[in-house]
């Protein structure tokens, strides 16, 4: 089991580029990486997913070294409504399915 | 489509009675992920269903808590009897994708909030 580390907490300015970096050493070779946003009394919302090197939508973009024991989720330009938590999700393959949530990244941006 | 949608939104209800939650999935999937979020446990998947048929109960943590999916449209969590140690967020979530596929987008519910007292 892939184990993720990220910060607790982060805090940003409206307009500001935010990176949120997660630490996954022990990830497997057919892992992905996931990246989901949860809003207060909401459920999580799957934001961006990534193999290696990078991947960009109209969210976010996901930054991948060659060693895929990090990753980096980017968020440009943010605003007061990208306050959420942010989960980093990786090395659940070989068990069939399984979303583990760690306690994830508080994001929380100011005006 | 309307999304994942679960009922009700807020269960309140007294130590010892049954509570049942509800989950309709997005048409089409055929995986459905019950999960239980508090403030000391973080977000915690406790059953998952593949095609109507449940995959890995594990996370269920007793034997009071039941799921059943006797469709592709419809699932129920059922806690009996309660206690006020079940009070939490209750998520609902569906995948197009089945369980083992390396990628991991699934669709969650707006959550039942229960509390029991």
Request: aromatic share 0%; net charge negative.
């Given at each position: 089991l892939a184990k993720t580390t990220q910060p607790i907490s982060m805090d940003s300015y409206e307009g500001q580029e935010v990176n949120i970096t997660c630490s996954h050493n022990n990830i497997a070779t057919n892992d992905y990486i996931t990246w989901y946003q949860q809003f207060p009394s909401q459920g999580p919302r799957f934001i961006i997913q990534g193999y290696k090197t990078k991947v960009t939508n109209e969210v976010a973009s996901l930054f991948i070294p060659a060693d895929r024991k990090s990753s980096t989720l980017s968020l440009p330009r943010v605003s007061l409504s990208d306050t959420a938590v942010y989960y980093c999700l990786v090395g659940v393959y070989n068990q069939g399915g399984k979303l583990i949530f760690g306690q994830g990244t508080e994001l929380s941006v100011k005006p | 489509d309307a999304g994942v949608i679960q009922s009700p939104r807020h269960e309140v209800t007294e130590m010892g009675q049954e509570v049942t939650l509800r989950c309709k999935p997005i048409s089409g999937h055929n995986s459905l992920f019950w999960y239980r979020q508090t403030m000391m446990r973080g977000l915690e998947l406790l059953i998952y269903f593949n095609n109507n048929v449940?995959?890995?109960?594990?996370?269920?943590?007793?034997?009071?808590f039941s799921a059943k999916m006797p469709n592709a449209s419809f699932s129920t969590l059922k806690i009996q009897p309660s206690e006020p140690r079940d009070s939490a967020v209750y998520f609902c979530a569906s995948s197009p994708l089945p369980p083992g596929h390396s990628s991991y987008e699934q669709y969650f519910g707006p959550g039942t909030r229960l509390t029991v007292t």
């Open positions: - | 449940p995959i890995d109960d594990s996370g269920m943590p007793e034997d009071r």
